[in-house]
C-alpha cells in the first residue's frame, strides 16, 4: 500500500481535490466547477445550513483537511454565516492549498465557475507533487456502518467485518463503529469488552443518552425493509449490528469529528447531547458515513443484506454483501461477497481476509464498486454536541 504524506503529518489513501459550498445558495456553482473535471479525484461536497453551527464547521473543517484531501477551493455565497475565513485558514495551516470564491463578489454564476475551474487546474497540477510512501495497516483508520440489514446480517457480512476488524486492531490500525441508537440493549457486552474503567464509564453514558434519547423522541432503529429481509426483532437487529464491533477491548468513546489519537477500537457517540431535539441523530446511512469520514476514516466497511448502491466523497467506501441473492441481484455494486457463507459454506475467517485483502488494494489505489460507478454522495446536517465534556471521553 503506498499513501500520499501531507504536510501536517497525515498519510492519505486518495490524494483529492475538495469544492467546498458553505450554503445551498452555492451548490450549483460548486457542483458544476468539480463536474467539469469528470474525473474520481475532483468532488464536491457543503453544509447546506444557512446558520452557524459548531458541529457543523467541525464536520466541514475534518473534511477539508481529511488525509485523503489534497486541496480545497471555497465556494461562498457571500452573506451565509458560515465562517469561511476561518476555514480557509485552518486549511492553509494544514499545509493545502486553498482558495476562495465569493459568488456575489465575482460576477454571478458563470464567472464563479469558469475561475473556479482555473483554480482547481492549479491545485491539480500541485497534487501531482505530493510525495508518497508505503503504508501498513497500522496507518489506517477504517470505520464501519450497516445498512438495509436483513435476517442474514448478523450471520454473515457482520460478524465477518468483526473478525478483520480485530486482525486490524492487532495490527496497529484504529477502528471505529457506531450506531449507538441500534445498539440499544448490547450495553452489557460492550462494556464488559471496555479497556479501562473511564471506557467502560463512558460506554455506560452514552449508551443511556441513547435511550433516553430514543424514548423521548419516540423514535426506533427498525424499518420495514428490515421486517421484508427477515429480521423479527429490534434484539435481533441489534446483536446482530453488534458483531461488526469483533472481540477485541473497547478503547474508548469519541464524538463525531474527535480522531483518535491512539490505535485501537472505538464506539462513535453519534446521538446529540442536551434535550433531545434534532429528530433522528442520522436520517440516513449517508449522514453516518459522513460523520465517520470527518473522523478520520481512510475508508469505511459497509455492510447491507437487502442491498445499498451508495458510496462518498473523500474516503472508499467497502460494501459487504451479507445476503447471496443480493450478491446474484446487485453484483455490480457490492464488493465483498459475504453471502458464500451461506451459499458456498465459506467460513467468516474465509470472508474476513477477502475484506482485508480488499482493504489492503482498495488502499493501493484500486477503486471500489461504487467509486467506479461515480457515487459521491455526502449529506451534513445540524446537531450539537458538548465537545469540551466529550474532549474527555477518550480513554
Not at 460548486?30 to 457543503?46: W, Y
Not at 464536520?59 to 476555514?87: M, P, Q, W, Y
Not at 446511512?285 to 448502491?309: K, M, N, P, W
Request: net charge negative; with cysteine.
Amino acid at each position: 500500500m503506498r499513501g500520499y504524506i501531507r504536510q501536517d503529518g497525515q498519510v492519505g489513501i486518495r490524494n483529492t481535490i475538495q469544492v467546498i459550498f458553505m450554503v445551498e445558495c452555492a451548490s450549483h456553482v460548486a457542483k458544476k466547477i468539480a463536474e467539469s473535471f469528470d474525473r474520481l479525484d475532483v468532488q464536491h461536497f457543503g453544509f447546506s445550513g444557512c446558520y452557524p453551527s459548531d458541529y457543523g464547521f467541525r464536520l466541514v473543517k475534518n473534511l477539508a483537511t481529511h488525509s485523503n484531501v489534497a486541496g480545497v477551493l471555497i465556494i461562498s455565497l457571500g452573506c451565509e454565516n458560515f465562517d469561511r475565513d476561518r476555514l480557509a485558514e485552518d486549511i492553509l495551516a494544514s499545509g493545502r492549498p486553498c482558495h476562495k470564491l465569493v459568488i456575489q463578489e465575482a460576477g454571478g454564476t458563470s464567472s464563479t465557475i469558469a475561475k473556479g475551474k482555473q483554480l482547481v487546474e492549479s491545485m491539480l497540477a500541485q497534487a501531482s507533487l505530493v510525495p508518497t510512501r508505503e503504508i501498513q495497516f497500522s496507518d489506517l483508520i477504517v470505520g464501519t456502518i450497516c445498512g438495509g440489514s436483513d435476517g442474514t446480517s448478523g450471520i454473515t457480512g457482520n460478524p465477518a467485518v468483526g473478525r478483520a476488524f480485530d486482525q486490524l486492531i492487532a495490527s496497529g490500525s484504529t477502528c471505529i463503529f457506531e450506531e449507538s441508537g441500534e445498539l440499544i440493549g448490547c450495553e452489557p457486552h460492550m462494556m464488559q469488552r471496555a479497556a479501562s474503567q473511564k471506557a467502560r464509564d463512558d460506554i455506560d453514558r452514552a449508551m443511556d443518552k441513547a435511550q433516553r434519547y430514543y424514548a423521548t423522541m419516540g423514535l426506533g432503529s427498525f424499518s420495514n425493509g428490515n421486517a421484508v429481509g427477515g429480521l423479527t426483532t429490534q434484539e435481533e437487529k441489534s446483536l446482530g449490528a453488534y458483531t461488526k464491533s469483533g472481540d477485541s477491548p473497547i478503547s474508548g468513546v469519541i464524538l463525531p469529528t474527535e480522531i483518535p489519537k491512539q490505535p485501537g477500537l472505538y464506539l462513535m457517540d453519534v446521538v446529540p447531547d442536551g434535550e433531545p431535539r434534532f429528530g433522528y441523530p442520522n436520517i440516513n446511512d449517508t449522514s453516518e458515513i459522513i460523520e465517520l469520514i470527518a473522523t478520520g476514516c481512510h475508508l469505511v466497511l459497509f455492510t447491507t443484506g437487502r442491498g445499498s448502491v451508495v458510496g462518498s466523497v473523500i474516503s472508499p467506501v467497502i460494501k459487504v454483501c451479507n445476503n447471496p441473492q443480493t450478491w446474484q441481484n446487485m453484483h455490480e455494486d457490492m464488493d465483498i461477497n459475504a453471502g458464500k457463507i451461506i451459499s458456498e459454506n465459506a467460513t467468516l475467517d474465509e470472508v474476513a481476509e477477502d475484506i482485508l485483502q480488499l482493504i489492503s488494494q482498495i488502499a493501493s489505489g484500486s477503486e471500489t464498486k461504487s467509486e467506479s460507478l461515480g457515487h459521491s454522495e455526502f449529506v451534513l446536517t445540524y446537531k450539537a454536541f458538548d465537545y469540551e465534556k466529550g474532549g474527555c471521553r477518550i480513554a
